[in-house]
């Protein structure tokens, strides 16, 4: 039985095909749905001054308040849109920060998720950052402690 969905979701196209569909899935089963988005820490980015008194300190925090608006704004997307697709259905919000697929993975971990819904690309483009760094939704997959549905 499914009570309890994950579904990642990053604005792309895939991501909304991905959160349709465990919308579905959810009204199916009469189960919650948490919409997950994460944005990159700026350590993670290669951003983090190493001296804090550093003039781009100010600028930094600035640019990661920015991000973080963005990845706020992203979210509510979702959340309006699922309102809209499903309004009987509970729809819960997690913004996090870090690595996408680690996150969703943390999430799943501490949500006890029956499945994870993720789309087949989303924000990733390029061969080379597939091969270099590998797509989240693979990652996910791989590592996740429940089933996981990747939609395209």
Partial sequence: MIHNVLVGFDGSGDSMKALDFALDLADRYSAKVSIINVSQSLGAMGTVPSDPSDSTTENLTSFARDITKIHEEIL?????HAKHVKP???????????DPAMEIINAVNEGHFDVVVVGHRGQE??????????????KVAHTASCPVVIVK
């Fill in 88 to 98: 009987n259905l509970a729809v819960l919000p997690l913004l996090r920060q870090g």
């Fill in 76 to 80: 509510n997307k979702a959340i309006d």
């Fill in 125 to 138: 483009k390029g061969r080379m950052k597939e091969l270099v760094l590998g797509k989240t939704s693979e």
